[in-house]
């Protein structure tokens, strides 16, 4: 075991030549890394939204939905139109110091690694939603130091081009929240059926919670899963101060009702795929969302195929042969 004095003669013959060479072979790679990456950066990445067609709502003459055809993508918002509790759910969850920050948050990273080091696993991300934004406009979702890097330079950037609000709204914008649905206008119009300004605490948590795994947690498919993400949004909510624990509670005892877009009704799916048809020819490629009001009555088509169901029982019982015969 060295002494304390043999250690300080140790130092003593350490040269600084020799702390400047060992400060060299470690610094050059990390110099080397970031401005191979900077060089190499790849502007024309980002998001690719596949080109499906709009969503097509189709009304009956009473003004019910009863088909939809195509995918939710709503509309680009502006800040006045998202409520503060949906920001606030959304900074709580994924970037709490989002404010603070100057585009790459150190101290996130630092706590994401000790919590997934805890869960022996990828538990935390450490990107910050500045970060996110950088990955969806302009780079691909490759998982590699470099991109990494990337992202922090995008990241730092986009904070002294654009600010906060901005980058929030963008953000929002344009993350996926599951069942097809890019950009939280859509959304909120895919799973709740209303417009972002008038969605509930609660329905702001659920949707806040499905940007880290939309896939999975999508609440067309895993309605039980999206209700406990909204709940660790909630404590987020709660613990950074966001709101308060009578909120909280009034939240989690409100009922989150989901308006999927409803099922076909047997028996128009010709008359659907007709007007979906004729719609397209006349108009093309809609560029956002349509809802068309159609003249047929649901309840006449409903009388209509009992009638012809009737008929054709009777007309098979008359003739002796088994129904199953004409299925």
């Given at each position: ?7 300080l ?12 060479i ?14 191979y ?11 690719v939204?596949?080109?499906?067609p709009?969503?097509l ?12 055809r ?80 990337q ?9 002294r081009?654009i ?9 929002l ?25 008038d969605?509930?605490l ?16 999508a609440?067309t ?8 993400r ?6 987020a909510?709660?613990?950074?101060g ?34 979906e ?6 108009i093309?490629?809609a ?8 003249t ?22 008359r ?9």
């Amino acid at each position: 075991m060295l002494t304390g004095s043999v250690l300080l003669r140790a130092l003593k013959r350490i040269r600084p030549r020799h702390v400047a060479i060992a400060a060299a072979l470690v610094i050059t790679p990390i110099v080397v890394l970031i401005a191979y990456s900077v060089a190499t950066l790849p502007l024309n990445g980002g998001l690719v939204i596949a080109p499906t067609p709009s969503a097509l709502v189709i009304e009956a003459q009473d003004g019910r939905n009863f088909a939809t055809r195509g995918v939710f993508k709503g509309g680009k918002l502006s800040s006045a139109d998202l409520p503060e509790h949906l920001k606030a759910a959304v900074v709580a969850i994924e970037d709490r110091r989002f404010y603070e920050h100057a585009g790459v948050d150190p101290r996130g990273i630092v706590r994401a690694a000790w919590r997934n080091w805890q869960a022996s696993g990828t538990r935390e991300g450490g990107s910050t939603i500045t970060q996110q934004l950088a990955r969806l406009m302009f780079l691909s979702p490759d998982q590699n130091l470099r991109r990494k890097i990337q992202e922090a330079v995008l990241a730092i950037w986009l904070e002294r081009q654009i600010g906060k609000q901005d980058i929030l709204l963008r953000y929002l914008n344009t993350a996926y929240f599951g069942a097809g649905a890019y950009g939280v206008d859509a959304a909120a119009r895919r799973y709740f059926d209303k417009p972002t300004k008038d969605l509930s605490l609660a329905e702001s948590a659920m949707l806040a919670g499905l940007v880290r795994a939309p896939s999975q947690l999508a609440p067309t498919r895993n309605l039980g899963g999206a209700k406990e993400r909204a709940d660790t949004v909630l404590r987020a909510m709660l613990a950074s101060g966001a709101i308060s624990a009578q909120q909280a509670a009034d939240a989690r005892a409100a009922p989150v009702t989901l308006r999927i877009p409803p099922e076909t009704p047997p028996g128009t799916n010709y008359f659907v795929d007709m007007v979906e048809a004729d719609t397209r020819r006349l108009i093309g490629v809609a560029a956002g969302d349509l809802t068309l009001r159609t003249t047929l009555d649901l309840e006449l088509q409903r009388v209509a195929e009992g009638v012809i169901a009737r008929r054709v029982d009777s007309e098979v019982n008359r003739a002796g042969f088994p129904g199953d015969h004409f299925v």
